[in-house]
């Protein structure tokens, strides 16, 4: 289990993306990323830059839980959770 609720699952695997994109090899993919962005568009203002990183860590996000079967199943039951709170 990696959390107790939903705000804490999200937050641990958000930080655990972080972490690894803090890395060498993260860092590296950042580097691309931005070099393709900047590719297509050279006039990218800071914050379609900040966009596209936001667009990549949900991306990352879904794949980790896609990819996780006890993840996927930890993330319904958390959002389950909230939606019988609301």
């Known amino acids: 289990m990696i959390a107790n609720n939903f705000n804490d699952f999200v937050e641990k695997v958000t930080e655990a993306e972080r972490t690894a994109l ?4 993260g860092q590296e993919i950042t580097k ?4 393709m962005k900047l590719a297509q568009d ?3 203002t800071p914050e379609e830059w900040q966009n596209t990183k936001s667009q990549f860590l ?6 980790i839980v896609k990819e996780n ?3 996927m199943k930890e993330l319904g039951t958390h959002v389950w959770n909230e939606m019988q709170e609301a």
């Open 58 to 63: 949900t991306f990352l996000f879904v794949m």
């Open 69 to 71: 079967p006890e993840a």
């Open 42 to 44: 050279p006039n990218m």
């Open 32 to 35: 691309k990323i931005l070099e």
């Open 22 to 25: 803090n890395t060498p090899e």
